[in-house]
């Protein structure tokens, strides 16, 4: 009897601990982002325990009603895409380059426009997919149709209005950007990045042209922009693991009131817009490794690659969903 009344003290113990263990859990890591995640959810599975993708952009199709996430696997670096259909369910699609062969590359941000699908490649080039090829049920296999060089390290990518807008990550010395993008904003912020915007043409081979005709300057550290109906730009920025990420939210028309500068862009010179505090609405602190970020009406959704095969930890703070915020609640 004595040695029974003490295995369940001794389970009650363990028990305690184990809950204060949980409470101490929550309290320290996930009191942060306690704002992200009272304003959002959790809307469908991003990764899977077994998957070998490592999620880096998302896009919305609308007229598909269907998700694009793009990524690499863990650890041999192919390109591959998700496709998540209406019923959330997971089709993996793998890119090959002209000769059917696995294409290796830091497969980024993610956007689509027409009959195309651009996925950026973080070497300075911007990959095209026929979208039908990409979205017929009988492929696993999607071959690239063409390459668009950029001005930038191309670590993202998004369309918006009449433009496929292509932009760079830049981080201390290990992602590095070109001194000729970066600058001083009128505020005094040292922006080190540019996203270069393309305009949207069907009479285009690739369905965009391939000279700029305006640039945007932003700060470091950025994975994904978009633009949700009301004129709000979103930037997820990012840096390190266990480093909290940002959401920065700003008012985009105000934004395109500060032409501090140019740029000469193959012999043009454009206009750049910058960034900066004035035209800031919010930051949202959200947990490490925020990437991609979409639009699909009034919600903006999330991605991270914190739970990936390549870091894991992320399951401590459920970043292995896309998380959707209702921007017209959040900040109309």
């Known amino acids: 009897m004595e040695r029974t009344a003490l295995y369940k003290r001794l389970i009650r113990i363990l028990s305690i601990i184990l809950a204060l263990s949980?409470?101490?859990?929550y309290g320290t890591f996930l009191f942060p982002y306690l704002d992200f995640y009272y304003?959002?959810?959790?809307?469908?599975?991003?990764?899977t325990p077994f998957s070998k993708v490592i999620p880096q952009g998302i896009e919305y199709l609308e007229d598909e009603n269907c998700f694009l996430i793009s990524g690499y696997t863990y650890p041999k670096g192919y390109s591959e895409i998700i496709v998540v259909d209406k019923d959330?369910?997971?089709?993996?699609?793998?890119?090959?380059?002209?000769?059917?062969?696995?294409?290796?590359?830091?497969?980024?941000?993610?956007?689509?426009?027409?009959?195309?699908v651009y996925v950026t490649g973080g070497n300075k080039k911007c990959y095209v997919l026929d979208k039908e090829d990409l979205l017929d049920p009988d492929n696993d296999k999607i071959k690239i149709i063409g390459t668009i060089d950029t001005d930038?390290?191309?670590?993202?990518?998004?369309?918006?209005?009449?433009?496929?807008?292509?932009?760079?990550?830049?981080?201390?010395?290990?992602?590095?950007?070109?001194?000729?993008?970066?600058?001083?904003s009128p505020?005094?912020?040292?922006?080190?990045?540019?996203?270069?915007?393309?305009?949207?043409?069907?009479?285009?081979?690739?369905?965009?042209?391939?000279?700029?005709?305006?640039?945007?300057?932003i700060g470091s550290t950025v994975q994904g922009m978009c633009m949700d109906k009301s004129g709000r730009m979103y930037l997820s920025a990012s840096s390190a693991r266990w480093k909290d990420s940002i959401l920065y939210v700003y008012d985009?028309?105000?934004?395109?009131?500060?032409?501090?500068?140019?740029?000469?862009y193959h012999g043009k010179i454009i206009p750049v817009y910058v960034f900066e505090d004035k035209a800031l609405i919010?930051?949202?602190?959200?947990?490490?490794?925020?990437?991609?970020?979409?639009?699909?009406?009034?919600?903006?959704?999330?991605?991270?690659?914190?739970?990936?095969?390549?870091?894991?930890?992320?399951?401590?703070?459920?970043t292995q969903y896309v998380y959707k915020i209702n921007s017209k609640e959040m900040f109309d």
Not at 22 to 25: R, Y
Not at 39 to 47: G, R
Not at 189 to 198: E, G, I, K, P
């Open 187 to 217: 505020s005094g912020n040292l922006n080190t990045a540019m996203v270069f915007a393309y305009p949207l043409n069907e009479k285009e081979k690739l369905g965009v042209s391939d000279k700029a005709i305006f640039a945007l300057s």
């Open 39 to 47: 304003n959002s959810k959790p809307e469908f599975l991003a990764v």
């Open 282 to 318: 919010k930051k949202i602190k959200v947990p490490p490794n925020a990437e991609g970020v979409t639009s699909k009406k009034n919600n903006v959704y999330l991605i991270f690659e914190s739970a990936s095969a390549r870091f894991k930890y992320g399951y401590l703070f459920g």
């Open 152 to 184: 930038s390290n191309s670590s993202f990518c998004f369309v918006y209005g009449n433009n496929l807008f292509i932009g760079e990550y830049q981080y201390l010395k290990k992602f590095t950007t070109s001194k000729k993008h970066h600058l001083v």
């Open 252 to 264: 985009f028309r105000e934004v395109l009131q500060t032409v501090d500068t140019t740029y000469e």
């Open 22 to 25: 949980v409470l101490l859990f």
């Open 88 to 116: 959330k369910k997971h089709h993996v699609k793998q890119i090959v380059n002209e000769k059917g062969d696995y294409f290796k590359w830091h497969s980024g941000g993610i956007a689509a426009h027409g009959n195309f």
